[in-house]
């Protein structure tokens, strides 16, 4: 089963410019991210190492991964694209040379939870050995109490192993429609952790629950197995699922209930929420960390935005996130904020360029510093909602439309067979029909009214289409 290829994705929190970001708001100073070393243990395919090296030009990128089919495919797909700072190694982690301070950041995403004993220590050992003194690692991993519900779904599949994957999901289905006892616990929790792969890939299905290895781990437990290879957690890479960042009636519950310290803390928070994974930041052991944040220091940093307007009413604005939830923002600074960010394009913004518009809203246009305060409190708890991410590295992405456009040359590759494409920005977008269609078109040798030739429809319609592209962030020098 776990031959089948886990297809060509990208994930936006492994970016070294999202890990360097978080690691810099408590507090840490990363390596600068421009010319970082980057390795991806388990890289799988290529894409996100890929998508990675387009965006950081002068960074060096190497993947590792023990699949012969991945690492071709990653090296057919760095060929097509153009990418001369990627390199891929097929090797099991367990053998890879991890040599001293060789790296700046070391990702390994999906990979932790699904391989033996020894190569989630060697992840661990790679990690600890090889990240320079203030580098950081990034790992996710499955995690307790929430796979204690989820294990249910990949024992009932692996019941029909043998069965194709169509036909295993169909039993399974059967079964779970012919429970007698359908308001048990079990039945509920089993009905509704099915419900969560309806519409899930076949691969998603091989990897996720048909592996030969499958590691939950409790919190506590990842971060013990961190600090014996000498390293610390430092902070989530999503900002929402930090303690720090948590509403605040959340942060104060838990306090009164765990005690301890912060990890301690976090681990409840995992109890109260019942996570299933985690995506964790490590550092060096003994570098100070600093989680009590400070939103005036946002003031001088940069964002992206990380929603896309979906619908609004006069009263709301409806939101998709970069992580496929929906929102809805009642707040009219922040829905001001969205409709004139999202004119604006993909580029990422100064603090003082948001701060602008907040202070133009709250009529604070003559209040100087003493309106700071306020208006880093509206860049805090918008960050928190997930409206927009901290984001320092500008990467290479253009929101103007050249006579011969240009798409990131990732997206061109994905583009012929998945309308989910990644733009520059490392966020992966679904397209429409005609942008699907017309993104591989754009390698700068066609001006829109060629382009318009190619697909028989009107220069007007190609152009609208390629300026939409452009808003999604699509396009490059
Ligand atoms: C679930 S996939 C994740 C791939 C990719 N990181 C992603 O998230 O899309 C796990 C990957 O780890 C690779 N892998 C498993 N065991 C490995 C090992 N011992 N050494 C290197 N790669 C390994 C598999 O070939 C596969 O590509």
Redesign the pocket.
């Known amino acids: 089963m776990t031959e089948i290829s ?2 060509d ?1 990208t ?1 936006y929190d492994t970016h070294p410019g999202v890990i360097a970001a978080m690691g810099a708001l408590v507090g840490l100073q990363p390596p600068p991210v421009e010319t970082s070393r980057v390795l ?5 395919t290529g894409f ?1 190492l890929l998508a990675i090296a387009l965006s950081l030009p002068q960074a060096r990128v190497t993947g ?4 012969e089919a ?1 690492v071709q495919r990653a090296r057919e797909a760095a060929r097509a694209a153009g990418v001369t700072n990627a390199e891929f190694q097929c ?4 053998d890879f040379p991890a040599a001293e301070n060789s790296f700046d950041y070391v990702i390994a ?3 932790y939870s ?2 033996p004993e020894a ?1 989630r220590d060697a992840i661990l050992a790679i990690a600890a050995r090889s990240i320079a003194p203030n580098g950081l690692a990034y790992i996710s991993y499955n995690i307790n109490p929430g796979w204690r519900l989820r294990i249910l779904v990949r024992d009932t599949l692996r019941y029909f192993e043998g069965a194709s994957i169509p036909d295993a999901r169909a039993r399974v289905n059967a079964l779970a429609a012919a429970l007698p006892n359908p308001d048990s616990a079990y039945s509920r929790a089993l009905r509704s952790e099915l419900a969560n792969l309806d519409g899930a890939p076949d691969y998603y299905i091989a ?1 996720e629950h048909l592996v030969p290895f499958l590691t939950p781990v409790f919190f506590e437990e990842f971060v013990n197995h961190a600090a014996a290879h000498g390293l610390q957690f430092a902070v989530e890479s999503r900002l929402d699922s930090n303690l720090f960042a948590r509403p605040d009636a959340t942060q104060t519950h838990i306090e009164e209930a765990a005690g301890g310290g912060y990890i301690r803390r976090e681990q409840y928070l995992d109890l109260l929420l019942g996570r299933y994974f985690r995506r964790s930041i490590l550092c060096r052991d003994g570098l100070p960390i600093n989680r009590d944040i400070d939103p005036l220091s946002l003031l001088d940093r940069n964002f992206t935005l990380t929603v896309t307007p979906t619908a609004s009413t006069p009263e709301s604005l409806q939101v998709r996130s970069a992580w496929g939830d929906n929102l809805t923002v009642t707040d009219p600074v922040d829905i001001e904020l969205l409709h004139q960010w999202t004119s604006a394009g993909p580029i990422p913004v100064s603090a003082q360029w948001l701060a602008g518009i907040v202070r133009k809203e709250l009529d604070l246009d003559g209040a100087g510093e003493a309106a700071d305060p306020l208006v880093a409190s509206v860049l805090w708890n918008g960050a928190r909602e997930g409206l927009w991410s901290i984001r320092d590295h500008i990467p290479p992405v253009v929101n103007v439309v050249s006579s011969h456009p240009i798409a990131n040359p990732l997206a061109r590759l994905q583009a012929p067979d998945a309308a989910e494409c990644t733009n520059c920005l490392h966020r992966r977008i679904i397209l429409t029909p005609a942008q699907q269609h017309i993104v591989p078109l754009l390698d700068g040798s066609r001006t829109a009214a060629a382009i318009a030739g190619e697909m028989q429809c009107e220069p007007a319609e190609a152009e609208k289409v390629i300026i939409q592209l452009a808003g999604l962030g699509f396009l490059i020098a």
């Open positions: 886990y297809g994705l994930f991806e243990l388990g890289c799988g996100n590792v991964d023990i699949s991945h090797l099991s982690i367990d995403h999906g990979v699904w391989v190569t990897h």
